[in-house]
């Protein structure tokens, strides 16, 4: 450690924080560089997590700790790289593969789109995984190659190298095993540390809220997103963040490989409604915080005649080529994994789809193979569901409400039973769920809030 370590103790701090008092930058600074230098002990850590987990941070506290996290490993700048570099960041959902569409919807608008995307975690799917069902596809770039991929084709999507804030890698793997994790100052120090290691003029945060979402009560989905806003701004980055609805599963698929062939489709112009209004309202945020457009409905209409001009696609072909792929799975979706077993899950009565548990429908996800229980878990890339009626939608008796695929047809049973208790129908007619809740922006707070779509 430098020469705090002359003036600070950590069981010090940890009282000071356990009292509910302030801490100053220069012992955060002590806190972060002990315990990635393995100074500061497991134990001690610990208990200052849990301190912060009760007691908080405040505003200067949290964009210290950001900060001071982002600059413990490398950072990757991109003022090489011309043009207005826009990143744009989910918490996680099931069915969310907005990610692949976005990306080159607004590269085709000109803006640079670069991604540094994880694993599945608990019910919700993993970017990276949902990536590597392509035949093929390299998720582990080096800067040079990162910025490479940036600069030719304009997006890039790729995992956390080890030296991009290391902090965050060994506090997120403390938190897993202390109850710490659900701690909105630590969620938002884990990922802005992240995003701002990224060399990027602005992000879009999509923050999910629902039954699905890591953060379920709006409230708590409001003040994550107001506090990830805050400190992206505080950091200099021109930052906008919306509350979308994560009650039923984003888009008709859930599944790795099955994901990507529904982006696919939806750049070739056939995505669900449900999925294109989230892909087309981020998309507007992205070129809003570029600077390229300002009117937010202009944006909107913008981006659905680009993707009618299929330079999405062509520029999505690029990303997979660029990073090793087999982009001819945009052609040849048998060149997918692909599963063994499909089977329906049929409706028993006639009525409309009142409810579509989106955690449930992620947990059996992994039931049948296409999440991990722990860590090191092999994922089957081709099991996953596709449903046929959504939220609202009116189904008669015997209808297919889903389909399974898996390739462990001893799992298809229990399946089928957890998913028929996850979806409810109603004799009476049911209205469609809101997508979009509220777009959040620096001028918003000072009008004392944000208006909904």
Not at 44 to 52: C, D, G, P, R, Y
Not at 167 to 185: C, E, G, H, M
């Amino acid at each position: 450690m430098n020469n705090l370590n002359n003036h600070f103790n950590i069981s010090e701090i940890i009282t000071r924080k356990r009292d509910g008092l302030e801490l100053s930058t220069d012992e955060i600074q002590y806190f972060i560089d002990g315990y990635v230098k393995d100074e500061i002990k497991d134990y001690q850590a610990a208990a200052l997590l849990m301190a912060i987990y009760i007691r908080g941070l405040n505003g200067r506290e949290l964009a210290d700790l950001t900060q001071i996290m982002m600059l413990s490993g490398d950072q990757i700048p991109l003022d090489d790289i011309e043009g207005k570099k826009i990143d744009k960041h989910s918490t996680g959902g099931v069915g969310d593969k907005v990610s692949f569409i976005v990306s080159p919807l607004v590269a085709a608008r000109g803006v640079k789109v670069p991604m540094l995307s994880g694993r599945s975690l608990g019910h919700t799917g993993g970017t990276l995984d949902k990536l590597e069902s392509i035949p093929g596809m390299n998720i582990s770039l080096d800067t040079d190659a990162f910025k490479r991929v940036l600069k030719d084709v304009g997006m890039v999507i790729c995992g956390q190298t080890a030296n991009i804030v290391p902090a965050d890698r060994k506090l997120y793997a403390l938190r897993d095993t202390t109850a710490t994790v659900n701690s909105i100052p630590l969620i938002c120090a884990s990922i802005m540390s992240k995003k701002l290691a990224l060399g990027t003029d602005g992000m879009v945060l999509d923050v999910k809220t629902g039954s699905g979402a890591f953060m379920r009560k709006m409230e708590d989905s409001m003040e994550l997103c107001k506090t990830m806003v805050t400190t992206g701004e505080k950091a200099g980055r021109t930052t906008i963040g919306l509350i979308t609805d994560m009650d039923q599963p984003l888009g008709n698929n859930v599944g790795n490989s099955l994901e990507i062939m529904e982006s696919i489709e939806a750049l070739k112009g056939n995505g669900p409604a449900d999925l294109m209004a989230v892909t087309f309202h981020l998309g507007a945020a992205m070129l809003m915080a570029a600077g390229i457009e300002t009117d937010f409905n202009h944006a909107m209409v913008s981006l659905e005649k680009v993707l009618k001009s299929g330079e999405p696609l062509r520029i999505f072909r690029e990303f997979i080529a660029a990073q090793e792929g087999n982009a001819d799975v945009c052609d040849d979706y048998s060149l997918f994994p692909q599963c063994k077993f499909q089977e329906t899950l049929k409706a028993k009565s006639t009525g409309y789809i009142e409810r579509i548990d989106a955690y449930e429908v992620g947990m059996t996800a992994i039931d049948i193979g296409a999440g991990r229980r722990k860590k090191e878990d092999a994922i089957d890339y081709g099991a996953g569901f596709v449903f046929h009626k959504k939220v609202g939608a009116k189904i008669k008796k015997g209808e297919a409400i889903l389909t399974i695929h898996t390739n462990n047809p001893g799992s298809i049973d229990a399946a089928k039973e957890r998913l028929r208790n996850a979806i409810s129908i109603s004799d009476d007619k049911v209205s469609k769920p809101k997508l979009i809740h509220f777009m959040l922006q620096k001028n918003s707070f000072a009008s004392g809030g944000s208006e909904p779509f």
